[in-house]
Every structure is written in structure tokens, then in C-alpha cells.
């Protein structure tokens, strides 16, 4: 294998080029002098830890920044973007991983927004919106065009993305993470797509830490490390090792359930929970589901989109209404509390949705870290600004969170370190009993490891922990009891020697041969 990184590999295959290219944020240098090559009617695949300076590359190249050096190559000759806009004009087009959707819009003006078509007497709407369901049938998502995006799931809302950037028709698409909030069957279309769309000559640049699904698809591999390509290789080349051993220098796992303690009493208890569809289907998301979770004890929920393991989640965090059944922590029923009263009470939720749900993008990292804790060191009228300086520093070494400090704005961050700020807030309340929905989305291999490390730590101190997950490796990682849903209702229950095809199996979901 070569693992020498390589500039040109082959310049009559190459549509667009970064040659050189650094950006430095004040004294933070995201990217090194980065060479990259896009090969035209192929995916690039490019691999790296968070904060590597994937995403930052990834900008440059769509136009949404400037590089502080170096040259972007299109079709042979030297062009400097000014704008998203003037990128999208000459033909690339890019997905962000964090969604850019306005959520109090349809689908359609979503699709459409700053491009509509037009004819003498105003907007075609009609013509707007059968485009759109065209889009919709491509990608194999029975969406209607007229829905808010407000009223769709988050997978929902990453097709709506794709969809957006698919009907610009671009030559070279840049998809940063687009499968972070996809099913199986969602990321089996994807991919399909992906394939016709090369198959006509359009250029994939594809980012994910879905590290073997990624190699399904791609042609070329490019690893990023601390803002410098690291290695580059062909597909032929490449293995999961060869990623793994790239990016973080070596091969490890997830961890494995801790052990060497006795589990305490049961910390929460779940009674003949009973949700209803918010949008007033009159069908049960979660029905009567009944769970019990001990003192450092860790349980993995697992289920495929629609399972209810996010609704059930979010009823007993005080998110949702409950429809039936009770909700009891350390043996006093919380269903009557708010969801601040249940914080209070030791019981708290990391949401799946990260920007919309888990951060403010207007405050800075340490505002985001306190936020959640702001009772422990307020007194009257007054906050102890000492204090709150100790949580915000003691939480980010805590968890790791790769920053300048406390003063860094939210958005300067990669997206596993907002994750892990997020992750950050809710244990500094002190829980006893955590929940944390689909944790990894978007966090790399080396960041799960470490938040997996983190939740198993803080297990044997005592803390009940209950995690979702759609990635089956991550229920034989550090879970002491595996629950299985399907259709609101557990189909399983699962210790951690159970093997992925039983689990996947259990969830409805066909196991390939």
C-alpha cells in the first residue's frame, strides 16, 4: 500500500484541484498546505478525525470561504470563488453536514429557496413542485412537497438536502456527512444515487465517519490529520485498517462494558410507556414499552429509523407527552415534571439533533457548557463568574473538547467537539440517570472511542446510562444489555455477547448474506 500522499495521481482524470491551500484562524492553523484532487465521474472519499480540517477543506472548495492560501484548479485553470452562489454557478455544489434547511418553509421553497423558476407573471410553483416530486420518487422518499420541514423527521430532513443539491444538476457534489440521519434503507438509495450520478460523469467528494460504508462506494481515499493530508491511496489499496491507521494512528475499538462492580437499585423505571404520533395519525410511536435500568448499569437501545427509540426518549426527558403508562427515577414518579424539574431531579437527555436541539449558536463554548448548570452557582441576582469558570474548564478537560477555550464561539468548533459540548452540559448538571440519543452522529472513530471511555467512567461511579444507536457495532461496544425496538415495542433483549446478525434481525431489518 502507499501511504505517501500523491498530488497528482493522474491530472487527466482531475476535474478540480486544491493546490497548497492553508486557512488559519488567527493562530489556529486548520489546514497545513492541503493538495487534493477530485477525479471527474468518480467519489473521493476523504477520512479524518474531527477537527482534522475536513469540513474547513470542503468550504474552500464550495466557495463558502476563502482559503489564507494556495489555489483552487478548475478544469485546468487557476478560479477564486467569491461566493457559495459562484461556485454553485460553475458547478459545484455542496451538502453541509449540519442542515441549512429553513424549517418554517415547505419542502418545495426549501428546494427552490433563491432559485425559483420564474416566468412573466411571478413564480411557477407548480412547475417548482413537480420537480420536487420527481426528486422525492428519485430518492425513493414519499415526502409531500407542500409539508413544513418542521414536521419531518431529521433523516427526513437530510433528503430534503440532498434533493436541494441534486436539483442544481451540479458537475462536482460535495456530501459532508450525508448519511449521519439515514436508515439502512435511506442509505441504500443514497448510494444508488450516488452511483447513477457518476455513472453521467458528476465528481463525488464524500465525507463520513461510517467508515465501512463508505468504502462501498468510493474510488479514492484521502486522510486528513491535524490540517495535512496524511495519505492517499485507490480503492484497490485501502482497507478499514489502512483508514483507521491513517487517521489516528492506530487500530482500536469501541471499549467493552466495564466491569468488576454490582449494578445498584434500579435508578429508572418505565412502566407501560405509551406515545402517540404527533402529527395526529392516531397510531402509537411507543407502545406500552416497559424498561428498567439499574445504577452503573449501561443499556443500548437499537431500532431503524421509526422504531420510537427517539420518541421514547424524549417523553421520559419531558419532551413529549406521554399518552400512558409512568415514569419513575430512584422510585419517585417524575411524569407530572417539566423537562428543567427532571434535570433537577438527576434525569437528563442529550438530543440527537445537536444545532437544533443541544447548542445556541450565539453563545460561546463555556456559555454552552454552563448553560444546563446555571443554578449551581447563582445566588439571588447574582452568578459567581469564579465558579462557573471552574465547571466550563473542568468540563472541557473532562470530555475532551478540542478548543481555544471557554471564549471560543460554538461554531469554530468541529462537529464532534460540538457534540461533545453538548454531551459536556448535561453531565455537569450531575445526573444520576443520562440518555443519550444516537451520540456518534457525526463524530469520528477516535471521538466515539473517547465518549464511549467517558460514559463507561462515569457507569461505575454509579450513573445509570441509556444510549440509542443505529450502528449495530456500537451496541457490542461498551452496553451491558441490548434492547431491540421495532414498531414502538421491544421485539428483544439481547446481553453483550449477542452477535449483529441477531440484533439486526430482531429489528426488522434483512441481514445481507
Same mark, same amino acid.
Given at each position: 500500500?502507499?501511504?505517501?500522499?500523491?498530488?497528482?495521481?493522474?491530472?487527466?482524470e482531475v476535474v478540480m484541484a486544491a493546490r497548497d491551500v492553508a486557512k488559519s484562524?488567527?493562530?489556529?492553523?486548520?489546514?497545513?498546505?492541503?493538495?487534493?484532487?477530485?477525479?471527474?465521474?468518480?467519489?473521493?472519499?476523504?477520512?479524518?478525525?474531527?477537527?482534522?480540517?475536513?469540513?474547513?477543506?470542503?468550504?474552500?472548495?464550495?466557495?463558502?470561504?476563502?482559503?489564507?492560501?494556495?489555489?483552487?484548479?478548475?478544469?485546468?485553470?487557476?478560479?477564486?470563488?467569491?461566493?457559495?452562489?459562484?461556485?454553485?454557478?460553475?458547478?459545484?455544489?455542496?451538502?453541509?453536514?449540519?442542515?441549512?434547511?429553513?424549517?418554517?418553509?415547505?419542502?418545495?421553497?426549501?428546494?427552490?429557496?433563491?432559485?425559483?423558476?420564474?416566468?412573466?407573471?411571478?413564480?411557477?410553483?407548480?412547475?417548482?413542485?413537480?420537480?420536487?416530486?420527481?426528486?422525492?420518487?428519485?430518492?425513493?422518499?414519499?415526502?409531500?412537497?407542500?409539508?413544513?420541514?418542521?414536521?419531518?423527521?431529521?433523516?427526513?430532513?437530510?433528503?430534503?438536502?440532498?434533493?436541494?443539491?441534486?436539483?442544481?444538476?451540479?458537475?462536482?457534489?460535495?456530501?459532508?456527512?450525508?448519511?449521519?440521519?439515514?436508515?439502512?434503507?435511506?442509505?441504500?438509495?443514497?448510494?444508488?444515487?450516488?452511483?447513477?450520478?457518476?455513472?453521467?460523469?458528476?465528481?463525488?467528494?464524500?465525507?463520513?465517519?461510517?467508515?465501512?460504508?463508505?468504502?462501498?462506494?468510493?474510488?479514492?481515499?484521502?486522510?486528513?490529520?491535524?490540517?495535512?493530508?496524511?495519505?492517499?491511496?485507490?480503492?484497490?489499496?485501502?482497507?478499514?485498517?489502512?483508514?483507521?491507521?491513517?487517521?489516528?494512528?492506530?487500530?482500536?475499538?469501541?471499549?467493552?462494558?466495564?466491569?468488576?462492580?454490582?449494578?445498584?437499585?434500579?435508578?429508572?423505571?418505565?412502566?407501560?410507556?405509551?406515545?402517540?404520533?404527533? =402529527? $395526529?395519525?392516531?397510531?402509537? #410511536? +411507543?407502545? %406500552?414499552?416497559? &424498561?428498567?435500568?439499574?445504577?452503573?448499569? !449501561?443499556?443500548?437501545?437499537?431500532?431503524?429509523?421509526?422504531?420510537?427509540?427517539?420518541?421514547?426518549?424524549?417523553?421520559?426527558?419531558?419532551?413529549?407527552r406521554q399518552a400512558g403508562g409512568t415514569i419513575h427515577l430512584h422510585g419517585q414518579?417524575?411524569?407530572?415534571?417539566?423537562?428543567?424539574?427532571?434535570?433537577?431531579?438527576?434525569?437528563?437527555?442529550?438530543?440527537?439533533?445537536?444545532?437544533?436541539?443541544?447548542?445556541?449558536?450565539?453563545?460561546?463554548?463555556?456559555?454552552?457548557?454552563?448553560?444546563?448548570?446555571?443554578?449551581?452557582?447563582?445566588?439571588?441576582?447574582?452568578?459567581?463568574?469564579?465558579?462557573?469558570?471552574?465547571?466550563?474548564?473542568?468540563?472541557?478537560?473532562?470530555?475532551?473538547?478540542?478548543?481555544?477555550?471557554?471564549?471560543?464561539?460554538?461554531?469554530?468548533?468541529? =462537529? $464532534?467537539?460540538?457534540?461533545? #459540548? +453538548?454531551? %459536556?452540559?448535561? &453531565?455537569?448538571?450531575?445526573?444520576?440517570? !443520562?440518555?443519550?440519543?444516537?451520540?456518534?452522529?457525526?463524530?469520528?472513530?477516535?471521538?466515539?472511542?473517547?465518549?464511549?471511555?467517558?460514559?463507561?467512567?462515569?457507569?461505575?461511579?454509579?450513573?445509570?446510562?441509556?444510549?440509542?444507536?443505529?450502528?449495530?457495532?456500537?451496541?457490542?461496544?461498551?452496553?451491558?444489555?441490548?434492547?431491540?425496538?421495532?414498531?414502538?415495542?421491544?421485539?428483544?433483549?439481547?446481553?453483550?455477547?449477542?452477535?449483529?446478525?441477531?440484533?439486526?434481525?430482531?429489528?426488522?431489518?434483512?441481514?445481507?448474506?
Amino acid at each position: 500500500m502507499n501511504d505517501t500522499p500523491q498530488a497528482n495521481p493522474d491530472l487527466r482524470e482531475v476535474v478540480m484541484a486544491a493546490r497548497d491551500v492553508a486557512k488559519s484562524y488567527g493562530n489556529v492553523h486548520a489546514l497545513k498546505g492541503v493538495n487534493f484532487d477530485i477525479h471527474r465521474g468518480q467519489v473521493t472519499t476523504l477520512f479524518g478525525e474531527n477537527g482534522a480540517g475536513k469540513s474547513t477543506l470542503m468550504k474552500i472548495l464550495s466557495g463558502v470561504i476563502q482559503p489564507t492560501r494556495g489555489q483552487i484548479i478548475l478544469d485546468g485553470a487557476p478560479i477564486s470563488f467569491a461566493s457559495s452562489s459562484h461556485a454553485q454557478a460553475l458547478g459545484v455544489s455542496i451538502i453541509h453536514q449540519e442542515l441549512s434547511l429553513a424549517p418554517n418553509m415547505n419542502v418545495r421553497d426549501n428546494i427552490f429557496m433563491g432559485r425559483e423558476i420564474r416566468t412573466p407573471t411571478g413564480i411557477d410553483y407548480a412547475e417548482e413542485e413537480r420537480q420536487t416530486r420527481l426528486l422525492m420518487e428519485e430518492l425513493e422518499e414519499d415526502i409531500d412537497p407542500l409539508t413544513p420541514v418542521e414536521e419531518l423527521r431529521l433523516g427526513q430532513q437530510q433528503i430534503v438536502e440532498i434533493a436541494r443539491a441534486l436539483s442544481v444538476n451540479s458537475r462536482i457534489l460535495i456530501m459532508d456527512e450525508p448519511t449521519s440521519a439515514l436508515s439502512a434503507s435511506e442509505v441504500e438509495v443514497l448510494f444508488k444515487v450516488i452511483r447513477d450520478l457518476t455513472a453521467r460523469g458528476v465528481s463525488i467528494v464524500y465525507i463520513s465517519h461510517h467508515l465501512e460504508e463508505a468504502l462501498t462506494i468510493t474510488h479514492h481515499a484521502v486522510v486528513l490529520r491535524d490540517g495535512t493530508m496524511t495519505a492517499y491511496a485507490p480503492r484497490d489499496q485501502i482497507d478499514l485498517e489502512w483508514i483507521v491507521r491513517n487517521m489516528v494512528g492506530e487500530n482500536f475499538d469501541l471499549g467493552s462494558p466495564p466491569t468488576g462492580y454490582d449494578f445498584g437499585a434500579p435508578a429508572l423505571s418505565i412502566k407501560d410507556l405509551t406515545v402517540m404520533d404527533e =402529527g $395526529g395519525a392516531g397510531y402509537a #410511536v +411507543v407502545d %406500552g414499552m416497559s &424498561l428498567d435500568i439499574q445504577q452503573g448499569e !449501561i443499556v443500548c437501545i437499537y431500532g431503524l429509523m421509526g422504531a420510537g427509540r427517539t420518541e421514547m426518549m424524549e417523553t421520559v426527558a419531558g419532551r413529549l407527552r406521554q399518552a400512558g403508562g409512568t415514569i419513575h427515577l430512584h422510585g419517585q414518579e417524575v411524569s407530572h415534571l417539566s423537562l428543567a424539574q427532571r434535570i433537577e431531579a438527576g434525569l437528563c437527555l442529550v438530543p440527537e439533533d445537536r444545532q437544533r436541539d443541544g447548542l445556541v449558536q450565539t453563545m460561546s463554548v463555556g456559555q454552552n457548557l454552563s448553560l444546563a448548570s446555571i443554578r449551581q452557582f447563582t445566588r439571588g441576582l447574582f452568578t459567581s463568574r469564579k465558579d462557573e469558570g471552574l465547571l466550563i474548564t473542568d468540563t472541557i478537560r473532562d470530555v475532551t473538547v478540542k478548543t481555544d477555550g471557554g471564549d471560543a464561539a460554538i461554531g469554530s468548533l468541529s =462537529g $464532534g467537539n460540538q457534540q461533545k #459540548v +453538548v454531551i %459536556g452540559k448535561m &453531565l455537569a448538571t450531575h445526573p444520576t440517570v !443520562i440518555m443519550l440519543d444516537e451520540p456518534s452522529r457525526g463524530i469520528d472513530i477516535g471521538a466515539k472511542a473517547e465518549v464511549f471511555r467517558l460514559l463507561a467512567e462515569r457507569a461505575r461511579s454509579g450513573l445509570a446510562v441509556l444510549y440509542s444507536t443505529s450502528e449495530v457495532s456500537e451496541c457490542l461496544s461498551i452496553a451491558h444489555r441490548i434492547i431491540v425496538m421495532h414498531k414502538g415495542r421491544i421485539s428483544a433483549v439481547f446481553g453483550p455477547d449477542a452477535t449483529k446478525e441477531q440484533i439486526m434481525a430482531a429489528s426488522g431489518e434483512s441481514v445481507a448474506a
